[in-house]
């Protein structure tokens, strides 16, 4: 299996910067719940929320998709464990695909009745899909990809830079 550097460890480290800031700012300076969308979305959320200027607590959830009969279930594996009623959430995923997972994720804790939810997701696939996410770090062409955080069978989490797989 190939890999073909997508995007740097420093570009990630720059954009996320300026993702930081937009974030606070979007939420006016008042404490944010960062819901980390395991496993993906560990490394992103471990440096994102550093470049955020808000109080910040971390919650995780863990979904997991499968092929039902006739359309796409999502099931929640891990709920996050502490109340959000009235509080400030923001989703944190890795990437948006279908925008299957991160239409779960908002709708199952918008029924908790948060004060306000935003999503924020590293990369977004140029493709038609079912969700808008409120921020998004990069557009990256319909290929897939793996590293900071991002795996094929469990691997290459670790890399810290973003990678297209070619296999050949
Ligand atoms: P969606 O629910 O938007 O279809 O898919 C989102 C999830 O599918 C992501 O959180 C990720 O776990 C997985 N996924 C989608 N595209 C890719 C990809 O290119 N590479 C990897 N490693 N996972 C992907
Ligand atoms: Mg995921």
Request: charged share 35%; with cysteine; hydrophobic share 40%.
């Amino acid at each position: 299996m190939n890999l073909k550097v997508l995007i740097t460890e420093e570009e990630i480290k720059q954009r996320l910067k300026a993702l930081g800031k937009e974030i606070s700012e979007d939420f006016n300076g008042e404490t944010v719940i960062a819901v980390c969308i395991l496993k993906g979305a560990f490394m992103f959320t471990a440096d994102l929320i550093r470049e955020m200027k808000t109080e910040v607590t971390v919650e995780f959830m863990r979904i997991k998709s499968y092929d039902g009969m006739t359309k796409r279930q999502d099931k929640l594996l891990y709920d996050i464990e502490n109340e959000i009623k009235g509080k400030n959430v923001l989703i944190i995923d890795d990437i948006l695909d279908t925008g299957g997972s991160l239409k779960f994720a908002t709708t199952e804790l918008k029924k908790r009745e948060p004060a306000k939810i935003k999503t924020c997701v590293l990369l977004e696939k140029e493709r038609e899909k079912d969700f808008k996410a409120d921020f998004v770090g990069f557009k990256i062409p319909d290929k897939f990809v793996v590293g900071y955080g991002l795996d094929v069978n469990e691997l290459y989490r670790d890399l810290p830079y973003i990678a297209v797989v070619e296999n050949d």
